[in-house]
């Protein structure tokens, strides 16, 4: 049966395909949605990239009709833009305060007034979920691109044959067929190894820039950063388990040492826990350090392990730590890029990163999904989790869930109980 599904602005701006999401059902749009995309559309940032690209959307899609009476999707679908010119019957009183949420909820009070298709409200705002439910209107929230973080493999596997275990040991590279994917790690007993192509690879713990791995994750983590045969490193677990340290190492170690790369990048998105950026006091250096700090503080312990100058190397521009609204859009060929945070990212936007990065780069995404500080965000919904899963045995990536903590004892005790 065809399904009437009325979109919320917040599920636009999460994903601007989302109107091609819904197979051959009616998507419907409430005009003051426009309104509010309109608004956005001036913001910096992804927020303000998603609205024009709406927008864009939008505007093509006018070529195939009159959107207030519907215009047919390649999917079979129609898209139409629903306007209200009296008012609804039936609607609470408080609906027609002028809150932007209510004026919504009157929308799909009046399209179920008007027809008889089951009319279904989708939003990413819990609290506009539950008005709609205590209004007796169905919602859901959108779940196209959700995932399962505890689907996730933790991309390793405990391997017992000993047979491959000396051959490995004597030989370094074993032929094999296993039955797991690419780029998975295996622990043959305290013998590791990474398998690709049918061939079993031996892995050497090994010192990075005076980082020593501390555990087999952080082993297995240290080889696929400095595999230059992978182009796409992800790296999931929760704080304190040594993921942006390894990454910074390994990028230092390339760019510094082995010349591979042009320049290490590192950035992360700006998502505030508390007051906006723009609201701080201070030039937007000092704006941008409350994100940076933890990448700082990270590359200061390097930087003593190793006699190097962190201030030197960005005058140099071997390393540049950036926002990553700053990065968004530019070509970055033949560097190594580390997006740090990468769980307060929408599927959408890590899809815009990978897509548009240049030729010989290496990405390494890094990040907890259980600290989420993007409020249309869950753990099952973030871009982290989504393109690990979906990347997930590709010859290009390699995806590791880091669940040992190695800051201290009570960093590990309280990323677990707290």
Do not use: C
């Not at 994903?15 to 001036?42: C, G, H, M, T, Y």
Request: aromatic share 6%; net charge neutral; proline share 5%.
């Amino acid at each position: 049966m065809v399904k009437n599904y009325v979109l919320d602005t917040n599920v636009l701006i999460h994903d601007p395909d989302s109107i091609f999401a819904f197979e051959d059902n009616n998507v419907i749009i409430p005009l003051p949605v426009l309104e509010e995309l309109d608004k956005l559309k001036r913001e910096h940032g992804s927020v303000g990239k998603s609205a024009r690209e709406v927008i864009r959307k939008l505007d093509e899609l006018r070529n195939r009709g009159n959107l207030r009476k519907g215009v047919p999707l390649s999917n079979g679908g129609t898209l139409r833009v629903h306007v209200v010119n009296v008012d609804v019957k039936e609607a609470p009183r408080f609906l027609h305060e002028r809150l932007m949420d209510n004026i919504i909820l009157l929308y799909v009070i009046d399209l179920m007034n008007k027809e008889r298709i089951p009319t279904i409200l989708v939003s990413k705002d819990i609290n506009l979920r539950v008005k709609a439910d205590s209004l007796g209107i169905p919602a859901q929230d959108y779940l196209t691109d959700r995932s399962e973080l505890e689907l996730m493999p933790k991309g390793y596997v405990e391997f017992a044959d000993e047979e491959l275990k000396k051959k490995l040991v004597e030989e370094g590279v074993v032929e094999r067929r296993l039955d797991v994917p690419d780029n998975f790690y295996l622990d043959l007993g305290g013998v590791y190894a990474k398998y690709r192509d049918g061939k079993v690879f031996k892995v050497v713990p090994q010192e990075v820039m005076g980082i020593y791995p501390r555990n087999r994750e952080q082993i297995f983590a240290l080889d696929a950063l400095l595999d230059d045969e992978t182009p796409l490193v992800i790296l999931v677990g929760i704080a304190g388990t040594g993921k942006t340290l390894l990454a910074l190492a390994s990028g230092l170690y390339k760019v510094l040492i082995e010349k591979r790369y042009k320049r290490l990048i590192v950035t992360r998105p700006t998502v505030p826990v508390g007051r906006d950026i723009g609201y701080l006091p201070g030039e937007l250096e000092k704006k941008m350090r409350p994100w940076l700090q933890p990448i700082l503080d990270n590359l200061e312990l390097i930087a003593s392990l190793t006699n190097l100058n962190v201030k030197e190397l960005e005058k140099k521009e071997v390393l540049e730590v950036e926002a990553l609204s700053f990065i968004r859009g530019r070509s970055i060929p033949k560097q190594f890029m580390i997006i740090d945070e990468a769980q307060n990212l929408t599927p959408h936007e890590v899809k815009t990163i990978l897509t548009r990065v240049g030729e010989n780069t290496k990405v390494v995404l890094v990040g907890d999904p259980y600290q989420i500080d993007t409020p249309y965000l869950d753990k099952d919904t973030n871009g982290l989790v989504y393109t690990a899963l979906k990347l997930l045995g590709s010859k290009l990536s390699v995806v590791l869930k880091l669940e040992k903590g190695e800051r201290s004892r009570l960093a590990t005790i309280a990323a677990e109980l707290l």
